[in-house]
């Protein structure tokens, strides 16, 4: 593989939509910047401005003249172009992208003048929220000198970059701060947007994401922000972004230089220096002509207690879409973190099992070869012969992959728990509560939580069933709500960002908590654990609606603030993953099991969650 960013996706000449706004509002004046005056030529800060949006968006200019501080021959092939002579106000950057299409003809420290149209390019599309990329388009570059000093670079530092995260966004512009003068003085999003282009550069600085299989990973510039005993960056409120993390990237294809694996809490040493770039994955963007090294800190993947004979022990754990298909390692690795780092847990909740023949499309639902290839690999790996009971989905309904028919799946201890059958479930058939013997009973064990809801289209059912250990049930729900696909992410030029997919999750946290209070109308000491992959935080109207009127209590805030998440994302670490109990377990013990998130060899994406508790 010889690209280092092979997600970048091609750029067209076009204006975007962002300008077309612009031009109705009047940001942006019709007609033509040239210059015959050298003295009067445009300068790339007059192309950048002072808002994210370029006030010569759709112009041709002429003979704009540079320095070149980095190329890609690779993805969205182009260069960067700085002006050695900046203007005197912070916010104009001096620095844009030349978008070439083909690989450039210039080298980094040639002196070049560039004609062409100004255009603004939204990665991922308008519809995403993305900023845009101010940058020139269908180019005539004239070399004029080679080997020239290149400007000197600005330095990202913890004192640079401001506390607050971004201005809030118009209302009369739907939210939106693209015409919002920038001050980079005051938010982190306006610094960051005045060095768009610019050559900058950082010192030693911590990784709080691990290297991605897209050779990229991220740092922070503020060490001690929102920070954790291993090394990551805690993403812990909707106004706690965290203003220091920045992705890097390296302009070298990887055939010719291998791209460093890193893990949370490694530090990227010594300089990292290069252009200032803009992306749909992650934002703001170190692209390095000059990369750091990596300082092993020797992050170890954790390990829970055992539970005790009279504890009962509940984990949750994504296993990303496992299927027979996979290599045995993979499911060799799964079983171990199993038995291992989980330490054999009673019950075991899993999430995104796959059909037996994975994400082939041919009407397959069954999932049976693919839990027998997962306990026989756990049974191999030294753990108990666990059982398993699930609900195969109806074609195609669930979500996840086209062809593979994601589901929730129970494993369980038979030597320590048994499972209470009851039969009559199946994709279609809602399991209901009723009372048998003075206590809560489910009319179907397995059975699917209310599947005809509307709130479940397209998305995984919850999967409920009853359980007895030491003589008391317990009822065990397992979920997978929907996924924050569709949402903006944090660099979205509305501020705060749309996020649209809770709407779903906030619907589904609440027809989960109905049934839950339905158990306990009936029997108000009744054991229910709530747990899953809920794609939403702790602190969300998502965990809100599923605790309300004190059903269940979200058991991750039990840890310290610090040490809440069980998946990184950009930078962030966050919680995505939870178990929830009912008010009559009192006393438990909690542990998000750090085995894969933090990691650049990963078996998930996600950190199993484990819960202890004497029922």
Sequence with gaps: MSSSLPRSAPRTAAVSAVVATALAAGLIAAGSATAADPADAIRIHDIQGTTRI???????????????????????????LQDSRADDNPATSEGVFVYTGSAPTVAVGDAVTVSGTVTEYVPGGTSSGN??????????????????????????????????????????????????TLQPGTYALDYYESLEGTNVRIGSSRVVGATSPHHELWVTVKPHENDNRRGGTVYGSYTSQNTGRLQV????????????????????????EGPLDFNQFGGYALTARTLGTVADRGLERETTEQQHRSELAVATYNVENLDPSDPQEKFDALAK????????????????????????????????????????????????????????????????????????????????????????????????????????????????????????????????????FRGRTVFVIANHFGSKGGDESLVSHRQPPNRSSEVKRLQQAKAVNTFVK??????????????????????????????????????????????????VFQGNSQVLDQILTSPSIRHFEYDSVHINAEFAEQNSDHDPQVLRFRP
Excluded: C, M
């Design 54 to 80: 370029s006030p010569l968006a759709g112009k041709q200019v002429t003979a704009v003249p540079g320095i070149v501080t980095g190329v890609r021959t690779y993805g969205s092939r182009g260069f960067w």
């Design 131 to 180: 900023q845009s990329l101010t940058q020139i388009t269908k180019p005539t570059v004239t070399v004029t000198s080679s080997g020239n000093p290149l400007p000197a670079p600005t330095t990202i530092t913890a004192r640079s970059v401001p506390a607050a995260y971004a201005p809030e966004g118009d209302p009369a512009a739907g939210g939106s701060i693209n015409g919002r």
């Design 249 to 272: 990237q390296s302009l070298t294809p990887i055939a010719q230089q291998p791209f460093p694996k890193a893990n949370v809490g490694d530090w990227l040493t010594g300089t990292t």
């Design 337 to 468: 973190a199993v038995v291992e780092n989980l330490a054999s847990p009673d019950i075991v909740a899993l999430e995104e099992i796959q059909d037996n023949n994975g994400a082939k499309n041919d009407g397959t639902v069954a999932a049976d070869q693919t839990l027998k290839k997962f306990t026989d690999a756990i049974a191999a790996a030294g753990g108990p012969a666990y059982e398993w009971r699930s609900i195969d989905p109806v074609n195609n309904k669930d979500g996840g992959e086209p062809g593979g028919n994601i589901r929730q799946v129970f494993l369980f201890n038979p030597e320590r728990v048994s499972f209470t059958d009851r039969a009559g479930g199946d994709a279609a058939t809602a399991t209901g509560v009723v009372r048998e013997k003075g206590r809560a009973a489910l009319t179907h064990s397995p059975g699917r939580i209310d599947p005809a809801n509307t709130a479940w289209d397209n998305s995984r059912k919850p999967l409920a069933g009853e359980f007895t």
């Design 518 to 567: 339905d158990i306990l109308d009936v029997q108000r000491t009744a054991d229910v654990v709530v747990l899953g992959d809920i794609n939403d935080f702790e602190f969300s109207e998502t965990t809100k609606a599923l605790t309300d009127g004190g059903a269940l209590h979200a058991a991750i805030t039990s840890l310290p603030r610090s040490e809440r998440y069980s998946y």
